[in-house]
């Protein structure tokens, strides 16, 4: 068997042996230059595909462009973020970039890595998915590279945002389990304590529609809210300290399908059917709502629209930096599957 | 308010300059070599943060090393790989190194794209999980640059593999549901049809376990197989073809849980119960099978484990680039949920 030697990378000049013509001929047809016939940019081309020969990526594209995006996603279980993905591919289709992605793991300091790495990789822009580090953190990546921020509100002279209306959104469950005749609504947030991030971040403006659509209901005083994160386990635990409290709800709105996914194990475990015993509603209509076994309730987002926004304004803004920042907000749907019900 | 600004990187000027000191002080900080007092590393340290300095990654490591590792998956709304990627943080924490993912989609084109993109971005090493790519693109990219394959069967003496012992695992579900008293069990592949992948891939290695198990349990005659892909619509389509074949079988064995899902969304369509009607199983042990209104059975391939033992290979091999390759391969173990159950 061979033994691994050490790793050289192919050259242009390995290129233009293989292919029996010169350097500058090789050169030519990268650059689709003039003066590169036919036959000539066959045979350099075939010699290109047999050697695996790849133009280095500083070379490759005008202007230093490297042709890589960088995407930052909170977490890769939470089945919402491949929506978003598959929106930027298709937008993206056709085009010579590439998507990268890494995980912030709702951490500033994880977040800041993931950035980091992404800019000193040279991607030639980010799209960072409701990134919790500070607006300061985020202006300054913004400004070392193209910048689009999904999901976050307010917004910034240098990046371009694309978000869910999710103060609507929340209200569209809110008013869905009312008009059911639910009064005892009960919620479970993403836990949010920092002032600047209630202002800004979607799992905060989901809790204040939830609060906002409470009062709009006259249900004032069934306004009923557990912290825990935007995760199975956080939808399995806010269950759980739900069932614990005085007098159970009729109806849970989860913040996201995938604490709802966590919400309907911990009612299985404690023999509660859905929607006869309690009614469950998520956010983000997410291939798991709409899973059969499972036909969820919930708000649909259109992440896939959002992927195709942000990709579209990063293409926008990597070709013209200082372009001024545009901000698109989308409107949520209401989804109603079988999760919900009139109370019993 | 302000308008965004042409982008400029912060130099070791500027934090010299912030510091009040020269940037030979600020070198010596960043290589913490001798000679910069402590009073000197705060001055400069505390510059670094307000200015959000970041030395620029091609001098931020020794031997030029960039401290990222890329991993393709083959698709991102799989639940299985998410564990493979916990593993490999578990063992990366507390080291500098930096995650980033890109999606091969099971396609030869888009497998070169992302590794060509992260072997471009100066990588210092590839995870590949389940690519399809031939042995001789795997090598080149090995030679390219330290990476460890995650699912193929076969060895390499360019890169190091870690695998589960699929054939293993195909007969324990095999072997439980004959075991129930099944014996019209149907399985649903992964279609392959490349000679050699037959050879490596993980989907034709559980394909061959499926008929190699029904021929030991004298289930000859009764081997029934259906191809699809390994996601949430190839086993909606799968299932549906099944159950449009003549005697309908009392058991399915899906390839993958990914896979489960799609069967049990069909089954549920179809009116059908499970296990009442029919039992189903699946494999890789995800969130989803253990997920209690679910409840699957299936096959535990430790992706946990996998995902550490590609970790310390790969980071082994960057330390050591001419190593021997190494191959790990995992023994599955079955576990029995509520969806298995004897026939009708």
Do not use: W
């Not at 709802?260 to 911990?266: N, Q, S």
């Amino acid at each position: 068997m061979d033994q691994p030697s050490a790793p050289r990378r192919i050259t242009i000049v390995d290129v233009a042996r293989h292919a029996e013509v010169s350097t500058t001929a090789v050169s030519k047809v990268l650059n689709n230059a003039y003066g590169a016939s036919p036959a000539m940019q066959a045979k350099v081309r075939k010699a290109i595909a047999e050697l695996g020969y790849r133009p280095h990526a500083a070379a490759r594209g005008m202007r230093g462009q490297t042709y890589t995006i960088g995407v930052m996603l909170p977490d890769i279980r939470n089945p919402f973020f491949p929506d978003i993905l598959d929106g930027m591919e298709e937008f993206l289709e056709g085009t010579n970039y590439q998507v990268l992605h890494g995980a912030g793991c709702n951490g500033e300091a994880a977040e800041a890595r993931v950035t980091e790495a992404m800019i000193d990789r040279s991607m030639d822009g980010l799209v960072l998915i409701a990134p919790i580090s500070s607006r300061s953190h985020l202006e300054h990546v913004a400004r070392t590279v193209p910048t689009v921020v999904i999901g976050r509100h307010g917004q910034s002279a240098f990046y371009d945002t694309v978000a869910d209306d999710d103060l609507t959104g929340a209200a569209l469950i809110v008013d869905h389990l009312a008009g059911l005749g639910h009064r005892r609504i009960a919620h479970i947030e993403h836990l949010e304590t920092d002032p600047a991030r209630i202002a800004e971040m979607p799992n905060a403006i989901r809790a204040e529609g939830y609060r906002r659509a409470m009062l709009a209901n006259d249900l004032a005083d069934e306004i009923n809210i557990v912290s825990t994160t935007y995760t199975q386990a956080g939808g399995y635990r806010g269950a759980q300290q739900l069932l614990a409290r005085g007098q159970r709800p009729t109806a849970i709105f989860a913040g996201a399908d995938i604490v709802a996914m966590g919400v309907l194990e911990a009612l299985a475990e404690a023999g509660l059917s859905v929607p006869g015993d309690i009614s469950v509603a998520g956010y983000d209509n997410t291939t798991f709502a709409s899973f059969g076994p499972i036909s969820l309730t919930t708000v649909d987002q259109a992440g896939h629209q959002i992927g195709v926004n942000a990709a579209r304004l990063l293409l926008d803004r990597i070709a013209e930096r200082n372009k001024p920042s545009a901000q698109i907000k989308l409107s949520p749907t209401l989804v109603v599957r079988r999760s919900t019900a009139p109370p019993p």
